[in-house]
């Protein structure tokens, strides 16, 4: 039986943590809610709904990220998959079983939800996330001829594919980072169509100005600098 656990990077997301926690299947072993400085109930709601939680006090996607892994890197017994996930419930995480179904019955190494138009809800993803994964997508295709059409949070890995990736992106680089050293370490990859709903709450990304700038120039620094690594 494989080991499964979920990491949940969480910023004020106290009215959607729970509702999270909740829909993740039983078949995960360990919720992981890193929460990412709350100012508000989101520490409490998660741990009510049966998370361990985090603190990670550094403001960043990766940062909370990788406080996760450092956390299962110190428990004797080490996971078999790693799912990250978002925190305001624009994920279905039922849909987890899909997810992790090629790693385990295909022996695939890494999963990417991508969110297809016709699964999303209207007004779920804004123009400047849709230009951001067009052209992440269609640079990584023309400079290392991959097939990836989404930067989507949910997603699945292997612990130990993960852990040989040697992820360093402390903020909005941490998705496309993830792919970019998947495809230079040949690592077998698939994307699964997934459902995507409005969050609840603001985006601290996507729904700023300056998020979505900061995002942007994040996401062509990564592919920019392996397009031309060695």
């Known amino acids: 039986?494989?080991?499964?656990?979920?990491?949940?990077?969480?910023?004020?997301?106290a009215d959607s943590i729970a509702h999270v926690i909740q829909d993740i299947p039983d078949l995960v072993n360990e919720i992981i809610v890193v929460s990412n400085n709350s100012s508000d109930n989101?520490?409490?709601?998660?741990?009510?709904?049966?998370?361990?939680?985090?603190?990670?006090?550094?403001?960043?996607?990766?940062?909370?990220?990788?406080?996760?892994?450092?956390y299962i890197s110190k428990q004797d017994v080490k996971p078999d998959i790693i799912v990250f996930l978002d925190g305001d419930y624009s994920d279905y995480p039922?849909?987890?079983?899909?997810?992790?179904?090629?790693?385990?019955?295909?022996?695939?190494?890494?999963?990417?939800g991508s969110r297809v138009k016709r699964l999303r809800e209207s007004g779920s993803m804004t123009?400047?996330?849709?230009f951001g994964n067009?052209?992440?997508?269609?640079?990584?295709?023309?400079?290392?001829?991959?097939?990836?059409?989404?930067?989507?949070?949910?997603?699945?890995?292997?612990?130990?594919?993960?852990?040989?990736?040697?992820?360093?992106?402390?903020?909005?680089?941490?998705?496309?980072?993830?792919?970019?050293?998947?495809?230079?370490q040949n690592l077998s990859y698939r994307e699964i169509p997934v459902k995507y709903r409005n969050r609840i709450g603001v985006s601290k990304v996507s729904g700023t100005i300056k998020g979505a700038i900061f995002a942007g120039i994040k996401i062509l620094y990564w592919i920019f600098k392996y397009s031309i690594k060695k």
């Open 1 to 13: 039986m494989s080991i499964i656990k979920v990491i949940i990077p969480a910023y004020n997301e």
């Open 42 to 70: 989101t520490e409490k709601n998660a741990k009510e709904a049966g998370a361990t939680v985090l603190t990670e006090t550094n403001k960043g996607y990766g940062y909370a990220c990788l406080k996760g892994m450092d």
């Open 94 to 112: 039922e849909q987890l079983t899909e997810l992790i179904a090629p790693i385990l019955e295909d022996n695939i190494d890494f999963v990417v």
């Open 127 to 130: 123009v400047p996330q849709e």
């Open 134 to 184: 067009w052209l992440a997508t269609s640079l990584m295709r023309l400079f290392f001829k991959s097939t990836f059409t989404d930067l989507g949070p949910f997603r699945a890995i292997k612990y130990n594919k993960l852990l040989n990736l040697n992820m360093i992106d402390k903020t909005y680089g941490w998705t496309v980072e993830m792919q970019l050293k998947v495809l230079k």
